[in-house]
């Protein structure tokens, strides 16, 4: 989540970009986990004798939610308002099909 957050909403850049790119229609769900966490959890079901051979799936419910819950929760957090910039599905598809030697700005995020 920490890389993604960072890559996604670039909270260090200075002075803090208003544009934020959100992939097709920015209501997917995905599960969010700092990488620290997931290192402690894995830690402790490997020393936990209940777990032995069994799937453990580390997904708190409170850690899933969409690009646009994401920027939402940043925009209170931070108390300003992105501009959204919508790269459709189809766009994605096309710029990580193009043979283009200097990337186009969004495909980088992509």
């Known amino acids: 989540m920490a890389y993604f957050v960072d890559y996604f909403l670039h909270p260090r850049q200075k002075p803090e970009p208003m544009d934020v790119v959100i992939y097709g229609d920015g209501l ?3 599960v969010l986990n700092l990488e620290d966490d997931i ?5 402790r079901v490997a020393n936990d004798p209940r777990t032995m051979n069994k799937l453990v799936i580390y997904r708190p419910a409170e850690n899933v939610m ?12 931070t108390g300003r308002t992105l501009h959204r910039v919508y790269l459709p599905e189809t766009e994605m598809v ?3 099909q193009s043979k283009r030697t200097k990337p186009f700005k969004y495909l980088s995020r992509i």
Do not use: D, G, H
């Open 28 to 30: 997917t769900k995905a």
């Open 94 to 96: 096309r710029l990580s």
């Open 66 to 77: 969409s690009q646009s819950e994401l920027v939402s929760l940043w925009e209170r957090k």
């Open 39 to 43: 290192a402690a959890f894995t830690i």
